[in-house]
């Protein structure tokens, strides 16, 4: 169609009386007048062509969420707590079985029988499990690793470290002050830090935790671990590429024709082989 032919079609179809109408009943209407303009695709690639055809409806839209990921290198790193319902000795009766488990080591460090599901009470279990094992409110900062002020940040934000530290309710406010922390062990010093392990273990020992035979005996190790770094090699870095481009492509709403998501992972894991074969051109040639 040429673009007077365009211009045409367009002026009927915004007619008072087509307003309203689907390119299908415009066109059947025109034939009852004895008036042919174009096939009904054409009608919609015109109205396509003035961004003039669109879903009505309202579209809901999801934001991306990030998967949280939560990795244990050690114990009473990451503990996983769930509630699972027993039967009791009578019909419709139940008990229910409150376990706290360590990711890492895949022991049980506390666990508590109780007839409800109770918030009060999961609390009770976690705060005294935390005391059992020595955890207090600040492990949270030597656990990952973080900075007094990121703690505190993420105190506030985290419901998850709230009930971890023994809270009830959603707190809105911090406990203690951002720099509380940091005065605190500014004060203490080496004599102090060993006066407070002594009196830890001494308290052990007065509640029954520790033995005077358990202490015959201490063994000191250190372990390095190497870290989980890997060189950027280039198949890397143009798989990263790939994979950032399609990701910035459906954030701006451009489709594309193929993502190359199973072939790109295909390709790197054969880079991979290759080079670890040393199957490569250079060195076949040699």
């Not at 390119?23 to 004895?34: K, M, S, V, W």
């Not at 990701?247 to 054969?270: C, F, H």
């Amino acid at each position: 169609m040429t673009n007077d032919e365009r211009v045409q079609v367009l002026a009927v179809l915004h007619q008072d009386r087509f307003m309203d109408r689907a390119p299908a009943e415009i066109y059947a209407t025109l034939l009852d007048e004895g008036v042919y303009l174009c096939s009904i695709s054409t009608m919609y690639r015109v109205l396509a062509a003035n961004h003039e055809v669109r879903e009505r409806r309202d579209q809901l839209t999801h934001p991306i969420y990030a998967k949280p990921e939560l990795l244990a290198t050690g114990p009473n790193e990451v503990w996983s707590w769930d509630i699972t319902k027993l039967k009791g000795p009578t019909k419709w009766s139940y008990f229910q079985l409150y376990v706290i488990i360590d990711i890492f080591s895949r022991c049980v460090v506390g666990w508590m029988l109780a007839d409800r599901e109770s918030s009060f009470l999961a609390s009770k279990l976690i705060r005294e499990t935390c005391q059992r094992h020595g955890i207090e409110p600040g492990s949270l900062k030597h656990i990952h690793n973080l900075a007094d002020e990121v703690v505190c940040e993420r105190w506030i934000k985290n419901p998850y470290f709230q009930h971890f530290c023994g809270e009830t309710f959603f707190q809105q406010t911090l406990p203690v002050d951002r720099s509380s922390m940091t005065r605190w062990r500014q004060r203490i010093g080496a004599d102090e830090l060993a006066a407070l392990v002594q009196e830890s273990l001494a308290a052990a020992h007065r509640g029954g935790a520790l033995r005077p035979q358990d202490l015959e005996r201490i063994t000191v190790d250190t372990t390095v671990q190497p870290k989980a770094v890997t060189f950027p090699t280039d198949a890397k870095l143009m798989h990263k590429a790939r994979e950032r481009l399609v990701r910035l492509a459906k954030e701006w709403g451009i489709e594309l024709r193929q993502s190359y998501a199973r072939v790109g992972r295909l390709a790197l894991m054969k880079q991979a082989r290759y080079a670890h074969a040393k199957q490569h051109t250079g060195r076949a040639a040699n």
